[in-house]
């Protein structure tokens, strides 16, 4: 799965989890850039995520993550390995 | 989705358009009560528990007075961990309940100062119920392994829990509601810590014995968290990366699940509990249909997989019995042949003596569930109802949205789990008079008087969106229109049946007007369901064969059927329809079938009624299903 194809799969969780049904989300997004995404709404994002992909992210991942690119990445990773 | 208990897969799926239904509710508040509580009592998932909650919070704003419909009930919560994300859905599923839910927490981490602070948050605001959940790491020398001696440890953590009920109780009038507390499945010696005083293992289970025998008071309850956790999996409950994350106390997952059971606890504490199981039949609990198969075609019993799963369906009701709750049955069915089986099948568990209200008739469903309210003397809140089929479950639901109506599992076998694990008998006790209820309500299997005005049908068979596929006969179809022509007996007009090679026969042949008919609905594919086989002889048309697949009546296909066969006449110059009546003693269902169609009677041959139809003065009813046409010559 490439990077748009992820994007595409994360995007509906993200719309949901921070309640906005029009966030265009780009990978350069950070969570300054969206409103809602604090600490709690994260978790949500990442359990929903993790069912989603069918992965599971470690806490160094979680807490590490700096933009939506990050996110993507780490999804590819473990996608691939 | 698979089914599962962490996805409360006993409720529906939540509607598609979930965000707009959101929107629009927040923009509009008006009478917000039931919709909210119609989107709450559906399988939401945190995200979307959490946009409800905004949902309440913003009607709450605007009028500070309670949210009308819902029934305010503040619960102040402490917690030893991170409890901020239960909040909101907490609060959601407070509406699935009927509650307009306020939740206070406590200051992260104060449990005792909480308790002894006079003038404390939650004190302040007088709740109705306050919930006490500490997990393992809350409750002091629970988790020190091996350390001091063992008893002595469970007997400190006992006194801290109860000093803090004592210091709550004095300061206010409110429920305490205290949690059981499971442990990490992270063993020290293994097998041993069972049996070892001192290990974790070994004192959790000491301390929750020690909760329910002798801390918790008249009144409390308890929120069994350990069991909930079991149920799920220790495995699974515990997130060691969550809780270093964020110390959220169990895997974010969950939250739907425990929200659920704390407020459907709240609500038994409250008197919010359901009396009565309304019980369908076919498929449910037994397999097949009694009116088509027959006292010997039915499956139950030892000996075949599905006939035993049935026989467990039938076991946890005579157990529900046993705890108070009352048994009706509600089905579409000839009465007489309803009964059969509660008479005379040896394998059957169940027996009249058990069902205090026996509906079956051909009225809707949710006009029996009314009657059955009714005749027990119940508010139909007071109900569950348990069904196979999907297209019955969502018409109940759309009527009566009182009615528990729980969504189930494809296989029976996992019927009793589906039901129980729902929590819609919750209860907080269990009193001499629940043991003597079933007895007292009488036993005689009565039959409660039908309402007089029936459902409107008309919306929800609209809300069924089905589509019906009507063909000639054809060489695929020959097998299924033989198996029905065979087994069919209610609504059959003639019950006339015919060979496989006789059918196939049919196929070709000039002097017939035959229709096989397929009923496609928003739950899926019913199948092969109708069949009419009309001798085309010069401009009158007779119809030698009608009949229908019981699964599918009062959906108003037959009038679709008819619209097909007028058509079809008149395109080749028909003048009339004549249809016969010959009565089985099986097909009393169908014994005003040509009258209700619009036919004029014509007397009598015998035993057979014959009816005709004149094709001029006819107008279609407009029946609420697409007709697709699949016009394909037959196969030569």
């Known amino acids: ?81 | 989705m698979r089914w599962g208990i962490e996805s409360l897969s006993w409720l529906p799926v939540p509607p598609t358009d979930f965000p707009a239904q959101c929107v629009a509710l927040k923009e509009n508040p008006r009478d917000i009560g039931p919709p909210v509580r119609a989107l709450a009592c559906c399988a939401l998932s945190d995200s979307q528990l959490a946009r409800l909650a905004k949902v309440i919070a913003a009607a709450r704003d605007r009028n500070p007075a309670g949210i009308e419909g819902l029934r305010p009930f503040t619960l102040g919560l402490l917690s030893n961990s991170m409890s901020s994300l239960l909040v909101p859905a907490l609060v959601a599923t407070g509406a699935r309940y009927g509650f307009d839910l306020r939740v206070v927490e406590g200051a992260f981490d104060q449990v005792m100062q909480e308790a002894l602070d006079p003038a404390s948050r939650i004190k302040a605001v007088r709740p109705d119920a306050v919930l006490l959940a500490l997990d393992y790491n809350g409750v002091p020398g629970l988790m020190d392994d091996l350390t001091a001696d063992g008893e002595k440890a469970v007997e400190s953590a006992l006194d801290y829990v109860a000093t803090l009920l004592g210091r709550m109780r004095q300061a206010m009038d409110a429920t305490m509601v205290v949690q059981t507390v499971p442990v990490p499945p992270e063993p020290l010696f293994g097998n041993l810590d069972f049996r070892l005083e001192g290990t974790r293992w070994h004192r959790a289970v000491e301390f929750n014995a020690g909760l329910a025998q002798r801390i918790l008071a008249d009144g409390d309850i308890l929120l069994d968290v350990a069991a909930l956790a079991a149920t799920v999996g220790l495995e699974r409950w515990f997130d060691p990366v969550q809780r270093v994350l964020a110390k959220l106390p169990f895997h974010q997952a969950f939250v739907p699940l425990y929200a659920d059971w704390c407020v459907r606890l709240l609500a038994a504490s409250t008197g919010q509990t359901r009396k009565c199981l309304a019980l369908d039949l076919d498929n449910t609990l037994w397999g097949g249909e009694i009116g088509e198969d027959g006292l010997e075609g039915i499956v139950l019993g030892q000996g075949s997989p599905e006939g035993e799963a049935f026989l467990a369906v039938q076991s946890m009701a005579l157990t529900l019995r046993e705890r108070g709750i009352l048994l009706a049955v509600c089905s579409k069915n000839d009465d007489a042949r309803a009964r059969e089986p509660f008479r005379r099948h040896p394998d059957m568990l169940l027996r009249e003596e058990h069902i205090s209200v026996f509906q079956a008739n051909w009225s809707d469903k949710a006009t029996n569930l009314e009657s059955i309210a009714r005749t027990l003397g119940m508010g139909l809140d007071a109900l569950v109802f348990l069904d196979d089929s999907p297209a019955e479950r969502h018409l109940v639901r759309l009527a009566l949205p009182q009615v528990w109506v729980p969504e189930l599992p494809d296989d029976p076998s996992r019927y009793p789990q589906a039901l129980l694990a729902s929590g819609c008998f919750e209860s907080v006790a269990f009193t001499a008079d629940d043991r003597a209820r079933a007895d007292r309500y009488g036993a005689n299997a009565r039959r409660g008087a039908l309402a007089q005005e029936c459902r409107d049908l008309e919306n929800y068979l609209r809300s069924l969106e089905m589509t019906a596929v009507l063909g000639p006969f054809d060489r695929v179809g020959s097998a299924r229109v033989f198996q029905l022509i065979g087994r069919t007996n209610q609504f059959n007009l003639t019950t006339r049946r015919y060979t496989q090679a006789e059918v196939e026969s049919m196929t070709t042949d000039p002097t017939l007007f035959t229709l096989q008919v397929r009923l496609r609905d928003r739950f899926g594919d019913n199948g092969m369901i109708s069949v009419v086989i009309c001798g085309i002889d010069g401009d009158i048309w007779t119809i030698d064969t009608w009949l229908m697949s019981c699964r599918v009546i009062n959906r108003r296909v037959e009038e679709a059927v008819l619209d097909e066969m007028v058509a079809g006449a008149k395109a080749r110059g028909a003048r009339a329809l004549v249809g016969h009546y010959i009565p089985s003693g099986r097909n009393e269902l169908v014994a005003g079938h040509y009258e209700a169609m619009g036919f004029s009677a014509g007397g009598k041959d015998g035993e057979t009624e014959v009816w005709t139809l004149d094709l001029d003065g006819y107008s279609s009813r407009l029946p609420p299903i697409t007709v697709v046409r699949c016009d394909e010559a037959p196969a030569a």
Do not use: Q
Not at chain 1, 34 to 55: K, N, P
């Open chain 1, 1 to 81: 799965m490439n990077s748009d194809e992820i994007l595409a799969r994360i995007t509906p969780y993200m719309r949901e989890t921070f309640e906005n049904d029009v966030l265009e989300v780009r990978a350069d997004m950070t969570a300054e850039d969206i409103e809602g995404w604090d600490s709690l709404s994260h978790i949500r994002l990442i359990v929903a995520l993790e069912r989603e992909f069918g992965i599971r992210f470690t806490a160094a991942e979680v807490s590490g993550l700096a933009n939506v690119g990050d996110l993507i990445a780490c999804i590819s990773r473990k996608l691939s390995g």
